[in-house]
């Protein structure tokens, strides 16, 4: 069985600690794009030239094709993969696990070569993993009665 | 998971619609991409195999308004109800806030709907998720070989759960299973 958490709760700081990391690193990397998302698919942050809307499809497709490698991972006696990696013509992108629910994907174009990709994903990777951490381990704001109270108040006139 | 999002000011939910092959879980997410406006839905990406069968999953972004100064967005899934996918389904589920179960009233498909049904408690438990939400829906209510509700609700035991009866492909109940599995993923957070 695999436990998880109800909500995942980011805070402002959080996104800005990644944002800063990312931005230095897609210069250091030369990577077309950095996104971080989390199993559920929700795109938690990104940077490069990937459009939102494009980043927010690629977190839902990459953490289904990494959960259902990790299906592969079981019936062949694997506990976990924990990277794939799709090479095409004009664009890569690597994708591994950063901790149990975070993944990392990192998109790059034809002239890195793979063991730069490989190389910058698990620097990457090995940097945000203390700022993760952080996260985990620090008490989070819980959303408040009052917006619980809101959003079950206001749902009928969302629809 | 629902992700709470502070720097965004954003609320996101995970939902799957599950059920039986050809119950009409596609169906609900195409009229769901239809009837909602441009500016509040991302893209529509669909893993179809040539024969337009759903292979690993559909996923629509939805942006349904602000309450109390957050976005809130559901993340709105299907599965491959194939028993061949029995695997990708599971995959799917992951992180899963709430479930909109749909079940097809054809009386041939009568089996199905109790063998997918168990199969998707099986994978909730596996997952550490046996109490997620899910609203259930009797889809397909148009079809002549039809179950009856009531017989419906005992082969899938919903006495006393939310029951929607729908035509997906005419939208009957599509919005109503999306706002009460809103409404039950949001009891949660």
Known sequence: ?159 | MSLIDFSKSEITFKIVYYGPAMSGKTTNLSWIFRAIPEKVKGQFTSIATETERTLFFDFLPVELGTVKGFKIRLSLYTVPGQELYKLTRKSVLKSVDGIVFVADSNRDRRKDNINNLVDMFKNLEEYGLPDTPIIYQLNKRDVPAIIPVEELVDDLRLKGKAVYLGIASSGVSVMECLKGITHEVVSKI
Request: charged residues 25%; glycine residues 6%.
């Open chain 1, 1 to 159: 069985m695999e436990g998880q958490l109800s909500s995942l709760v980011i805070t402002k700081e959080d996104i800005e600690t990644i944002d800063d990391l990312f931005s230095q690193y897609l210069v250091d990397s030369q990577a077309k794009d950095i996104i971080l998302l989390n199993k559920s698919g929700e795109l938690l942050a990104k940077s490069g030239a990937v459009t939102r809307e494009s980043a927010v499809a690629v977190s839902a497709l990459a953490a289904g094709v990494f959960s259902a490698t990790n299906e592969l991972a079981k019936l062949l006696g694997e506990r976990e993969f924990t990277l794939t990696f799709h090479q095409g013509k004009e664009t890569n992108i690597h994708i591994s696990l950063v901790d149990p629910l975070i993944l990392l994907a990192v998109i790059f174009d034809n002239k890195a070569p793979i063991g730069a990709i490989r190389f910058w994903a698990k620097k990457i990777s090995g940097s945000i993993k203390p700022v993760l951490e952080k996260m985990a381990a620090e008490p989070r704001q819980e959303p408040s009665q009052d917006l619980r109270k809101g959003l079950l108040d206001e749902i009928d006139n969302l629809f």
